[in-house]
Structure formats: C-alpha cells, structure tokens
C-alpha cells in the first residue's frame, strides 16, 4: 500500500537526562511536517540520555500514560549518548504512541520531568560550559 502519511505530535519536549535519568535540559517547541527540530548547548562532556514527548495533562511530566514518547536511538533500546568538547549534530529519533502489554496501571510509564519554562538547561550545569 501507500506509505503513510506523516503527523505532527504538536507541542513537545526534548529532555537531556544524566544517567540516573534527572532531567538536566531541555529543549522544546511545536513539530512540523513530521519533525521537531531541537538544539541543546551549553551541555558539558558526559553521557546522557535523550527523550522527547509531549506533556498533554500539562503535569510536567513527559512521556507518562498516553502521550508520545522516544528516545534516541529508540524508545525500546536508550542507549546513553557522549558528548564530548565537539558539536553533536543529526541526533534523530522516531517519538509515538508505546504500546504496553498487561495492565495498563501495571506497565504505564511514569514519564520524565521536564524543566519550568523559563529553563533550558538546568542551574546545576556550568554557565558557558560545552
């Protein structure tokens, strides 16, 4: 058949989590044409995790029960990412709906916090740092 078409998650949340999953920044913004584009600077050397979604109930939460979701290289596999003193640039993931198996209230994701609005990378991060 036909390939399908390509929608848009609408508002969405790019996270930059360290590895014990706190988010340490964010990016954010309304997809078009099937894609979000996101740049997250001032990110010091280390490994991080990367995920986006949309926060719909508005609970700071992103990713939790029925909202899209996705990680970087998938949502099924995170792999962390190392940043080092160089630019990252085509850091390109697949978000959507997950699919749990079992009961719902068993399997649902609890989501991931986001950073208040006036944010984009964390205080805890160095000032100016790369």
């Known amino acids: 058949g036909d390939a399908p078409s390509v929608g848009d998650m609408g508002y969405a949340y790019v996270l930059l989590l ?10 954010r913004g309304r997809s078009s044409g099937g894609t979000l584009a996101y740049e997250l ?47 990252k ?4 993931f697949v978000a959507g709906f997950p699919v749990t198996l079992g009961k719902p209230t068993e399997r649902a994701p609890r989501g991931y916090r986001r950073l ?14 790369r």
């Not at 995790?49 to 970087?72: K, M, P, Q, R, Y």
């Not at 006036?118 to 160095?126: D, G």
């Open 18 to 27: 360290d590895p014990t999953l706190k988010t340490v920044g964010q990016a």
């Open 41 to 87: 600077s001032g990110v010091p050397p280390g490994q991080y995790f990367i995920v986006a979604g949309t926060d719909s109930d508005n609970d700071d939460l992103v990713c939790d029960a029925g909202e899209v979701c996705g990680a970087w290289p998938t949502l099924g596999a995170p792999t962390p990412l190392t940043v080092g003193t160089t630019d």
């Open 89 to 92: 640039a085509g850091v390109d």
């Open 116 to 129: 208040d609005g006036t944010k984009s990378i964390a205080p805890t991060l160095p000032a100016g740092s």
